[in-house]
């Protein structure tokens, strides 16, 4: 309101603090003109500025809160990585178990051939000595 005031003067004036007397400094209309639209400018800017550092600072913000994301979903993706792994080892041993137990299976079903086929011939002979005596 001061400047707008002072601007209604054919002069400005400011105090000079070099001095210790008081001494006015006389400005033409145009430079006082000139001088209160710069610092109008100036406050301007300095709110463009202050607007500028706000939106910069909700930007680093949603980066931040982005950041954190990221790295949550990459730790769940190792996890998941190391759970899969674990699963895929585990169905390795089971196979490796099964084709362990086939072949004892496969074992035991040769021997169970050759008993069968001893304890045939074992009746088969127990039968002839029986008809014989």
Not at 25 to 48: F, G, R
Not at 94 to 115: A, I, M, P, S
């Amino acid at each position: 309101m001061s400047v707008l005031l002072s601007l209604t003067l054919t002069s400005f004036s400011q105090t000079d603090t070099k001095n210790n007397e008081d001494s006015v400094v006389v400005l033409p209309y145009s430079i006082a003109q000139q001088i209160a639209e710069d610092l109008v400018k100036y406050d301007q800017c300095t709110e463009i500025l202050n607007l500028t550092n706000q939106s910069l600072d909700l930007a680093n913000e949603k980066i931040a809160k982005q950041d954190s994301l990221i790295q949550q979903s990459t730790e769940k993706s190792i996890l998941c990585r190391k759970q899969v792994d674990a699963q895929s080892q585990q169905i390795t041993e089971y196979v490796t178990g099964l084709e362990e137990l086939q072949k004892q299976n496969e074992k035991l079903k040769r021997n169970q051939t050759w008993l069968g086929a001893g304890l045939g011939a074992t009746v088969l002979t127990t039968i002839l000595v029986l008809f014989i005596k």
